[in-house]
């Protein structure tokens, strides 16, 4: 029998936190119900040891697990993205899960299930691990959105969640087999050799276009994207605040090194195809938005046109020496994207009382008097997600279309900018609601809260006028790896 | 840490950020006091125009280039970035700013009895909306130059709409979108600029001119469609009357006296010094449109019931002049153009704040209210008569000199090829005269026809130091502006010179 080169240490943050996510899981139950917080500060220990263990980990491209896992900038900094916003969230779920009476102390570990999901999606060298990692992150998912068992909205959310999640898994499992039958692996590096001897065939095409589709129903694109909406207005906001964010980021992770890597050498066939998913996501997720009255599936519909924008950078990367730009706008545009997002969720929190009462767009009225902090704060999260400057969400976009002008993919920024002026309409909504009407008092939010808000605010803020030294760092770990 | 010092102290950052100060003052006060409020607010625009009169002061007129330039790397990765913070002032935007810096406290100054509302965060978007107005007209980054221009957006939807009038909601967003629609088209060119020249630098793009002339007309229009919609030119004029109209007259001080320029700044700096073939092809276009736009604005501005609007409508007869001497291409047309701009600046923020005081006292701007005011209020008509009649171009008064002097390039044009352009033009000078004496007619001349009007007060003297810098420099300007023009002029020859060569090289 040969044992293939584990590397465990390479891989020491994603098994410390498997483990302590097992830990929590049995010192759960001798936790009592009323000190469940104490399993939450656990689990902010355990995301900030991970959080250490990544950073302190040695800057060199590695492999695990004999080639499967691979270790390197890309797949760092997205942990950084995916155990930061499992921080952030579990911070705001302190007082959420008990305002809303479903504290339970599984929720934590779940969380922290997914979170290793995530992590190791975006180490995913191999197909069948991106399969795994997918179902490890989504099945936490799953019961989470079912945490509020009690009522019908969290049902329908964790059920059509669960359905069309199955669904899509089996998309993606039958494109892997697909792609398997067309190039005998399932490694990306032997995928792409494979296709570099036989080219193209319709057996392989056919299995890139449902694993792409599999990834598609994951991050919410258009024409797959139907589930998005319901899921995040019944899902607990806490949990809809994470997947909104993690699931999507870790989608967009597993893609990139998918197509960048494993399937580059058919570029020509993929990219028009992501093209035309940028614009349906971009065009439909901006149109449907306009008409929402409930803030959490506008938030849903913008997040579906976020989706669409990732896409366009999506599209640069499939010309070789452009794929590292590419990555990098992904990534920092996931960041951008997941400062501002998880900052408006915060404050969705902050506005929502028990039983989905305080969730309609109209909530939001006088906020910036009633509640200045909240109001300022909200402001440069919706301006953030419009990409106005000074905000990381300007420089985000110019990123993201800068990779695709860098292709020759003129046309598609013309199309993508054109839909961001529809997005301003209902973005700008929020901000007449919050300064220019008169509303209720609201009462003042919890400190775990205001630290999250502050801290994505000032994140957002700070980036978006000097995005250098993050830029800087972006193209310094990815350079070389597609 | 003493290259940082210097950094941060060098003359047109601090013009530029100095209102941040204020800003960061403002957000420790409490709002309930609103008088250190307004103060502090005030004192920091005033401020911020001391040094913008230090930055004159070591201006040098006879340098054609950009002055007091600060560069430093901003956003600077490998090969794939190279961005700067890189502000630069040149005979062309050296106006502009002390228009800007000027018109801000002034503005703000006037809305002191007017804002009882949450002062403290008109005071905060004011003063954010200068940083982006001064930024506008410094930044010699293509990049730094877009993020100042679309950031002016927002303190001024914030200003229409929280203190604007009825409709104020409706006026706000319809300039945000409309604005923001041209400016993404700019953000694209911009783009492909930044990537296929592998620099966002204003002046290395400039002293390259390699850009293909088919390629050129692409990147004029794109950036056209953002300069075009902010100036405004007919016929994407229709947000300006709605903004106008609801924004409180500070706000209308500023969009009418700075944010327009920044349209017609944008076209002089980037469509004319980058794109010169291009420059020359469109010409005739834009002037046609131009001249449509002055007689447009002057006939649409007669029958107005509201005096906002009739001043609204009237700008986009003014901004037609600038527009028809930037593309004269010559000399004396963009000398006047410029000179135009910062007397429309002068001319029509007083008339707005003229506007502003009667509205103040009244609550209506409708013509059919008023009648022989000049009786009851001598000093406000005196002042009124004066303003009305520079903004018509009387000889000996500040708009004629920029109007004139527009009129004669665009008659001596050879980018415009005809002094057709000239002619019809000329006819809008005599139809803002209709239109501003009816106005002035209707509100000031006769006995006083509604006596809710009889008792109202004649300035004050808060009033008074609002109106007077204006009225000194529309007669300074009227009587004596060989200064104003000497600032510009070797700048503006620097431009035309290379607005030929460029078009020698395509006929070449």
């Known amino acids: 029998m040969i044992i293939p080169d584990l590397n465990l240490v390479a891989t020491l943050p994603l098994l410390f936190l498997s483990a302590w996510a ?119 998912l799953y019961v989470l959105a079912g945490l509020a068992r009690t009522r019908t909205g969290s049902q329908e959310s964790a059920l059509k969640y669960f359905l069309l999640g199955a669904f899509a898994s089996a998309f993606q499992v039958y494109g892997i087999a697909l792609v398997y039958g067309a190039t005998q692996s399932t490694s990306l590096a032997s995928i792409t050799a494979s296709i570099a001897v036989h080219g193209s065939t319709p057996l392989l095409l056919s299995g890139i276009g449902l694993v792409l589709v599999g990834f598609c129903f994951k991050v919410g694109a258009v024409p797959f994207h139907m589930w998005t909406p319901d899921v995040y207005e019944g899902a607990p906001s806490i949990v809809t605040t994470f997947m909104s964010v ?28 992501m093209a035309i998913f940028a614009i349906l996501s971009t065009i439909v997720g901006n149109i449907t938005a306009i008409s929402q009255k409930s803030i959490k599936r506008l938030l849903a519909y913008s997040s579906i046109a976020h989706a669409g924008y990732l896409f366009v950078a999506i599209v640069a990367g499939g010309q070789g020496d452009f794929s590292d730009f590419a990555a990098s706008a992904v990534v920092f545009y996931l960041f951008a994207y997941a400062c501002a997002n998880i900052g408006a969720w915060a404050i969705v929190i902050a506005l929502e009382k028990t039983d989905d009462i305080g969730t309609a767009i109209g909530d939001f009225a006088g906020l910036a008097r009633s509640n200045p902090g909240l109001g300022v704060a909200m402001t440069i999260f919706v301006l953030s997600l419009t990409g106005l400057p000074p905000t990381m969400g300007f420089v985000a976009k110019f990123y993201v279309f800068r990779a695709a002008v860098n292709v020759g993919y003129t046309w598609l920024v013309i199309a993508s900018v054109a839909t961001v002026l529809i997005s301003a309409y209902y973005y ?21 809260l205001n630290f999250v808000v502050v801290l994505a605010a000032v994140t957002t803020l700070l980036f978006g006028v000097l995005p250098g030294p993050v830029m800087g760092l972006l193209e310094k770990s990815i350079q070389g790896i597609f | ?208 001119g390699n ?133 429309h600046g002068i001319s029509t923020g007083a008339l707005f704040l003229i506007v502003g005081m009667i509205y103040e006292r009244r609550h209506t701007r409708s013509l059919d209210e008023f009648g022989g005011l000049w009786t009851v209020m001598p000093l406000y008509g005196s002042l009124t008569l004066i303003v009305v009649l520079s903004s018509m171009g009387l000889p000996g008064l500040n708009g004629f000199v920029g109007e004139f002097t527009i009129l004669l390039g ?47 007060q004649d300035l004050n003297w808060r009033e008074i130091v609002v109106l007077v810098p204006l009225l000194i420099l529309i007669f300074w300007i009227g009587l004596y502006p060989s200064p104003f023009f000497n600032l510009m002029s070797a700048s503006v020859e620097q431009l035309t010179a290379a607005l030929d060569f460029g078009n020698t090289l395509v006929l070449q």
């Open chain 1, 246 to 273: 993690g699931a999507k980021a870790a989608g967009f992770a597993a893609l990139v090194r998918v197509f960048f890597e494993g399937f580059e050498l058919v570029a020509v066939e993929w990219a028009p195809l």
């Open chain 2, 211 to 343: 850009i293909p002339p088919g390629t050129q007309r692409w990147l004029f229009l794109a950036f056209a469609a953002a300069f075009a919609i902010k100036v405004p030119m007919w016929p994407l004029h229709s947000w300006l009357p709605d903004a106008h109209v609801e924004a409180p007259t500070a706000g209308s001080v500023i969009l009418a006296g700075v944010l327009l320029k920044l349209g017609t700044y944008g076209f002089l700096r980037f469509n004319l010094g980058l794109f010169p073939d291009a420059s020359h092809y469109f010409a005739p276009s834009i002037a046609f449109l131009a001249v449509v736009g002055i007689i447009y604005g002057a006939i649409v501005s007669y029958p107005q019931k509201d005096v906002k609007k009739l001043v609204a409508y009237s700008s986009v007869s003014h901004l037609g002049f600038v527009m028809l001497g930037l593309f004269a291409l010559n000399d004396r047309g963009i000398q006047g153009a410029i000179l135009q701009m910062v007397n």
């Open chain 2, 410 to 456: 665009a008659f001596g044009s050879e980018a415009l090829g005809s002094y057709y352009y000239s002619i019809v033009a000329a006819l809008g000078v005599i139809l803002a005269a209709i239109y501003m004496l009816w106005m002035f007619q209707k509100m000031f001349l006769g006995a006083v026809s509604n006596e809710k009007n009889a008792l109202l």
């Open chain 2, 1 to 208: 840490m003493y290259e940082f010092i210097l950094h941060i102290t060098s003359t047109l950052t601090v013009v530029t950020f100095f209102p941040l100060v204020g800003v960061f003052v403002l957000l420790l006060i409490n709002k309930e006091k609103k008088d250190l409020l307004r103060w502090v607010g005030v004192g920091t625009a005033l401020l911020t125009f001391v040094f913008s009169l230090v930055m004159l002061g070591q201006f040098d007129s006879q340098d054609a280039g950009m002055q007091l330039v600060v560069s430093e790397s901003w956003i600077q990765i490998g090969s794939n970035w190279s961005i700067d913070y890189h502000l630069g002032v040149d005979g062309l935007s050296v106006l502009l700013v002390l228009l800007a810096t000027l018109l801000t406290p002034i503005a703000m100054f006037a809305s002191w009895t007017a804002i009882e509302e949450r002062v403290k965060e008109y005071m905060i978007f004011f003063l954010l909306l200068e940083v982006g107005m001064t930024g506008v007209f410094l930044a010699l980054d293509l990049f730094l130059f877009y993020i100042f221009w679309e950031f002016t957006l927002v303190p001024m939807y914030f200003l229409i709409g929280i203190w604007g009038g009825e409709n104020r909601i409706y006026a706000s967003i319809k300039f945000f979108l409309y604005t923001m629609a041209g400016s993404i088209l700019m953000l694209v060119a911009v783009l492909w600029i930044g990537t296929v020249q592998g620099t966002f630098s204003y002046t290395a793009l400039a002293s390259m």
């Open chain 1, 22 to 140: 097992c830990v929590l899981l049995i010192v759960g139950l001798w936790i009592s119900k009323d000190r469940t917080h104490v399993s939450g500060w656990l689990t902010c220990l355990g995301l900030i040891v991970t959080i250490v263990l990544v950073v302190s980990a040695p800057e060199v491209s590695q492999e695990a697990f004999g080639g499967m896992l691979a270790i390197d900038g890309f797949s760092n900094l997205l942990h950084l993205l995916f155990l930061g916003s499992g921080l952030l969230v579990t911070l705001l779920s302190l007082n959420y899960l008990k305002q809303h009476d479903i504290e339970r102390s599984e929720f934590y570990p779940l969380l922290l299930f997914s979170v290793v999901g995530m992590m190791s999606m975006a180490m995913a060298k191999d197909l069948i691990v991106v399969f795994l990692s997918l179902e490890l992150l989504s099945i936490p």
């Open chain 1, 428 to 448: 700008l909504r929020i901000i007449v609601l919050m300064w220019m009407k008169d509303g209720n008092e609201i009462d003042s939010s919890p400190v775990p």
